[in-house]
């Protein structure tokens, strides 16, 4: 048996797409053009089949340019990149859905494509019936079902309903079933496409285990995911594609950082005019900005900070308003939720520009990127009347210079500094 799991070399992959037709000026122009449509429409689906490896036309889209890497058994890599990258297209030539264009993709032993979950379910049949349907769909033997059935049951936890039909199920009930058919096979190399990002917070911890324990058991993996997370603590080894194309690969931590950080270039100050704001009907943000509050010119670890909101309120009578945002690290982990409504204190405000500063305490957060991922501005404590996505990015440095106790790098989203006291001696 090779050793590797699966090889692709060189793979390319262009799709022939649809161009703009040019509008005829004339009317015999355009009965000419009428009576070719058929011999050029002939000529375009023979070119699928007559395509020249050298051939460049504005009517091709390269999907995946000159693609290649190996994968050993046991192995697991992560595919990351920006929509439309090629992550899915590649998994489609590694899984034989499509065919690549130039070069090939070599599969040693039984491979499982979890690409769409759920896909093959029937709404008339049992859960009992869909789990043998749509795992026959991915290869199963019926003994296989049968070892397995009473784990892929307790592992979805529909227990109690699956002999019900699963057109009486909700969508997660129908996700959490379908991941766990999917999940069960024995096979050596295991493709999966966004599918760890389903279903309620609990089940995808569960998932995400269960993926690992599968990886320890010497199944490869190859991981799309838009959720670092997963591809973090799966993962020894991560590609991020680009247009189509490899334009980094190698360890994890190093990929992704590297990914983010090109994605999450500072942006420690935003200001718009009135006029320009980002707005909803209720609010215009004219002001976000991060700020030191001691005399240096960065952040580092340890330091307090503030955040510094401006708006200016449309409505007209006066309400009680609420701020609320979401501070995430680099790696998208959300780190706390700062919010007015936890002061216990009423702020009410009437229409006219608005001020709002947040202190954020000296010895909290480590190094790092961080970004305020969510801002929302609420009347009252539950009516969202504005909201806006990725408003600031900042850094937190490591130290000017040596203090005890505070410098040096140290696992963690934080670096508190904590009231500790130690006794010696006999009691």
Not at 100 to 124: D, H, I, M, Q
Not at 309 to 326: A, M, Q, R, S, V
Not at 370 to 390: A, M
Request: with cysteine.
């Amino acid at each position: 048996m090779s050793e590797y799991a699966v090889r692709v070399n060189d793979v390319s992959k262009a799709f022939l797409i649809g161009l703009k037709e040019s509008r005829k000026e004339t009317l015999g122009a355009e009965l000419i053009s009428w009576f070719r449509s058929p011999v050029k429409n002939f000529n375009n689906l023979k070119r699928l089949n007559t395509f020249e490896h050298s051939e460049e036309s504005d009517d091709f889209f390269w999907a995946l340019r000159n693609v290649s890497f190996d994968l050993k058994h046991g192995e697991t890599l992560g595919i990351i990149g920006d929509n439309g990258a090629g992550k899915s297209t590649l998994l489609k030539i590694i899984s034989r859905i499509t065919n690549p264009t130039l070069g090939y993709a070599e599969v040693f032993g039984r491979a499982s494509s979890l690409l769409e979950v759920g896909t093959g379910f029937n709404n008339e049949l049992t859960g009992r019936e869909n789990v043998y349907l749509n795992g026959a769909i991915l290869g199963m033997t019926k003994s296989e079902i049968n070892k397995k059935f009473d784990e892929i049951v307790a592992f979805s936890g529909v227990e109690k309903f699956i002999d019900t039909q699963i057109k009486k199920y909700s969508s997660g009930m129908k996700i959490r079933l379908a991941f766990s058919v999917a999940s069960n096979i024995e096979t050596e190399l295991m493709i999966i496409d966004e599918v760890l990002s389903i279903g309620d917070t609990e089940f995808r911890k569960k998932s995400l285990s269960k993926m690992i324990q599968i990886a320890k058991s010497g199944t490869a993996i190859i991981l799309v995911s838009h959720n670092m997370l997963p591809i973090q603590s799966m993962c020894k080894n991560t590609m991020h594609l680009e247009h189509g194309r490899i334009v980094n690969y190698g360890k994890t931590n190093e990929v992704v950082s590297s990914y983010l950080g090109n994605l999450n270039k500072d942006k420690t100050s935003q200001t718009w005019t009135l006029e320009s704001s980002p707005s909803s009907e209720s609010i215009k943000i004219t002001k976000a900005e991060v700020l030191p509050v001691l005399n240096v010119p960065v952040i580092r670890a340890g330091d307090p900070f503030e955040f510094r909101f401006e708006f200016y309120n449309l409505i007209e009578n006066e309400y009680d308003i609420n701020i609320t945002f979401h501070l995430s690290d680099e790696y998208e982990n959300l780190v706390f939720i700062g919010s007015t409504a936890l002061t216990g204190k009423k702020f009410n405000v009437s229409k006219g520009y608005i001020s709002a500063n947040c202190r954020i305490p000296a010895n909290l957060l480590n190094h790092g990127k961080f970004t305020i991922s969510k801002l929302f501005v609420l009347k009252g404590f539950e009516n969202v009347i504005y909201d806006h996505s990725d408003l600031l990015v900042f850094e937190i440095t490591g130290d000017v210079e040596y203090s005890p106790g505070k410098s040096g790098k140290i696992d963690g989203l934080l670096k508190p500094k904590l009231e500790w006291e130690l006794t010696a001696g006999n009691n």
